[in-house]
């Protein structure tokens, strides 16, 4: 009787020791929120899921871990099956959560953007998402090839207006489907046509932002219209995808970033993501790695007056995304750090 008692209790104890343990990872979760135009809040820390398609589920699952309670993905990406599996093996209430998807430049056609969200809430495994996005302001040619090609080997594109995709956005609202919709990577022109052709004011417009692309006129501009920013690849270069920033140092090297890092005993990256969140940004930061991902979390800290300024002389005027050869499109005309 008393080995039993004994044992049970060691369970009882070990069980205890998880739930707690599972705790502290929650309490660190990101504790600054912003707020849409639509009065819902956001997470100012976000976990990306583009690219390592195989690794996504598990990389999710320790997300939701460590506390972030804000998800990014997209038709393109492949990765919402997993990161709906991860999200129903986490027994996270999905009211507790903040996903976004994105709509895809093959599915523009104002009568396929409603299918297309369909799809992703059944590749999620959901019934909603909070925010969805049109990925890009090109329209590819309709059908079901994500990338279609030419006999030549270019990208066919589409007339589609993005005004017309943005209409049958605006549509998807009162089913509830998508409970905010967004854009990303459009110019300021073509959000200025948006504002004056359209009925719905973009509730966010994610882009690539960081210490070396700050953009803070356009970004100033956006919150003057109630567009909540969003950063992806907010270290810059880290991302070695982007051939343009390979022959040089890492942004999250930058000696200033890490000079102000050392001061609250912080990364250079973590500065990168606390100077996006004080702007009232929120930043999608992405890893398969755990260590990383919990790291990447503790990026919401506070900079001083001293420290943002400080920032702020470190603009390089750097983009590293810009696949306007490749889609066939001119992206970013109006735009700083557009090379060509």
Request: charged fraction near 25%.
């Amino acid at each position: 009787m008393y080995s039993r008692t004994a044992r049970l209790s060691a369970s009882a104890t070990s069980r205890i020791s998880q739930v707690s343990s599972h705790i502290q990872k929650r309490n660190m979760a990101s504790v600054t929120t912003h707020t849409l135009n639509t009065g819902v809040k956001i997470p100012a820390i976000g976990f990306g899921t583009w690219q390592d398609k195989d690794d996504q589920e598990k990389a999710v699952t320790e997300a939701l871990k460590a506390g972030y309670l804000h998800i990014d993905t997209a038709a393109i990406y492949g990765t919402e099956p997993m990161v709906g599996a991860a999200i129903k093996k986490s027994g996270i209430d999905r009211s507790k959560l903040f996903i976004t998807t994105k709509l895809w430049n093959n599915k523009h056609k104002p009568e396929d953007v409603e299918g297309a969200l369909d799809q992703s809430l059944k590749d999620l495994g959901m019934d909603y998402v909070d925010l969805y996005l049109m990925h890009w302001p090109s329209a590819f040619k309709p059908g079901d090839n994500k990338f279609p090609k030419d006999k030549d080997g270019k990208t066919e594109t589409s007339s589609i207006s993005y005004v017309d995709t943005w209409k049958a956005m605006e549509k998807l609202l009162p089913s509830g489907k998508a409970r905010a919709i967004g854009v990303s990577n459009f110019s300021k022109k073509e959000l200025e046509t948006l504002l004056k052709e359209c009925s719905v004011v973009p509730a966010a417009h994610q882009i690539e932002c960081h210490p070396w692309l700050q953009q803070k006129d356009f970004c100033d501009w956006q919150r003057e219209k109630g567009i909540h920013v969003q950063h992806y690849s907010p270290f810059g270069n880290q991302n070695e995808i982007y051939s343009s920033g390979k022959n040089m140092g890492k942004l999250m090297d930058d000696p200033i970033l890490v000079e102000i890092g050392k001061k609250h005993n912080k990364t250079g990256g973590q500065v990168a993501l606390a100077w996006g969140i004080a702007r009232g940004h929120s930043v999608l930061p992405k890893s398969k790695t755990p260590s990383r991902i919990s790291q990447n979390l503790e990026g919401d800290f506070k900079l001083t007056a001293e420290d943002m300024e400080k920032i702020e002389g470190v603009d390089k005027k750097l983009r590293f995304n810009d696949p306007s050869e490749s889609f066939g499109y001119r992206f970013y005309e109006d735009l700083e750090g557009k090379k060509n």
